[in-house]
């Protein structure tokens, strides 16, 4: 049991560096060109998202595809981990004053700890699975 802990531990944190940096590429691309915080910041996660619902569904938690409805859940705990992330971005930068590339570190960070929380414990969880 603890070795598949780990494993799937393991593998979402791979998946996660590999979504960080995709997602902190696209941000700084953007941040690069002029765009603001919070729109590089949408569209750095939008593409950690699309990433990690591919990766994360076939490769972390093993599945061949997810239901419509466990799409949807996929979806809604990407939201609310991202919407965890703005707040950071936006605390980080406007109560602490840190520079922007710290903030979009601090905040992607949250985003990826709560994702994996939610996605384990919600969507990908043993005994819920079972039921399906």
Do not use: H, W
């Not at 060109?33 to 950690?48: E, L, M, Q, T, W």
């Not at 061949?64 to 859940?73: D, G, N, T, V």
């Amino acid at each position: 049991m603890l070795n598949q802990i780990y494993r799937t531990f393991s593998m979402y944190i791979m998946v996660g560096i590999l979504n960080t940096f995709s997602s902190l590429a696209i941000i700084f691309f953007m941040l690069y060109f002029g765009f603001s915080d919070a729109i590089s910041n949408f569209f750095g996660i939008v593409g950690g998202i699309l990433q990690s619902i591919v990766l994360n569904t076939k490769f972390t938690f093993r599945q061949e595809q997810l239901k419509f409805y466990k799409s949807l859940y996929f979806f809604l705990i990407l939201l609310i981990s991202y919407l965890i992330n703005l707040i950071a971005l936006t605390i980080s930068i406007n109560y602490f004053g840190f520079s922007s590339p710290l903030a979009q570190f601090i905040g992607i960070t949250c985003y990826v700890a709560s994702s994996f929380l939610f996605l384990n414990i919600f969507l990908f969880n043993k005994s819920i699975q079972k039921e399906d």
